[in-house]
């Protein structure tokens, strides 16, 4: 079965200190994978997905298929990054052609 | 208004009633779809529709009923709800299913007394 795993569902960090938010998938094929943000009193919306290989308000996601996983980082958290993250995965393949929401990771930047 | 809107933001109904969550978007999009989002479980996909046309049902119960009038428009008629459908329902939609970034709206928060 298609799964995504997000171990942690609070994560808290000093103002300043990198951060890594874990994300695990298990899919078959080549899935496309996403990670949303919800900030608070603001809707869900995309951080980043890992084809565009960008930098979004400093945040990274590199796909890993040995290990089968999409870690979010930022080298240096900000107070403003608190949300409420979800790692999702896409698989395009045949009549999967859904998104997968991870539990979500309550990170909370301390200052 | 731009954007995916839903309405209403708060909604209180007992098991017998009738009620409808309405979801409207200005983007042009083709795809549009309705989550479940419950206190401690994982964002749940409920109904996709493309082009108006429902595409998925994922093993939703027929107390909730989809309906897609056009290509702007979603609702989701609910009845003889139980208390553990209390939840966030979220309204998103995208260009279409292939091009999948969602856009999502700020959510129905339904109590089922």
């Known amino acids: 079965a298609q799964r995504v795993t997000q171990p942690e569902k609070l994560l808290s960090v000093f103002k300043g200190a990198p951060v890594e938010l874990k994300c695990n998938y298990s899919y078959s094929g080549s899935p496309e994978l996403f990670w949303y943000v919800q900030y608070s009193r603001q809707r869900l919306q995309l951080l980043l997905r890992?084809?565009s290989r960008e930098s979004i308000k400093g945040f990274t996601a590199d796909l890993n298929k040995g290990e089968t996983s999409f870690h979010l980082k930022k080298p240096f958290a900000q107070e403003e990054d608190s949300a409420m993250y979800y790692c999702?995965?896409?698989?395009?393949?045949?009549?999967?052609?859904?998104?997968?929401f991870g539990k979500g990771t309550k990170l909370s930047v301390k200052p | 208004e731009t954007g995916v809107t839903q309405t209403p933001r708060h909604l209180v109904m007992g098991m017998t009633n009738k009620k409808s969550l309405k979801c409207e978007q200005h983007?042009?999009?083709?795809?549009m779809y309705w989550y479940k989002q419950s206190a401690k479980k994982p964002l749940e996909l409920m109904f996709v529709y493309s082009l108006e046309e429902r595409v998925e049902n994922n093993s939703v119960p027929s107390r909730f009923s989809p309906e897609c009038p056009n290509s702007s428009h979603l609702f989701l008629h609910l009845h003889t709800l139980q208390p553990e459908d209390s939840a966030l329902y979220l309204c998103?939609?995208?260009?279409?299913?292939?091009?999948?970034?969602?856009?999502f709206g700020a959510g129905t928060r339904l109590s089922v007394l």
């Open positions: 998103a939609s995208s260009q279409d299913r292939a091009k999948n970034i969602q856009y």
């Open positions: 890992h084809i």
């Open positions: 983007l042009g999009h083709n795809a």
């Open positions: 999702a995965p896409m698989n395009y393949g045949g009549s999967q052609g859904n998104l997968i």
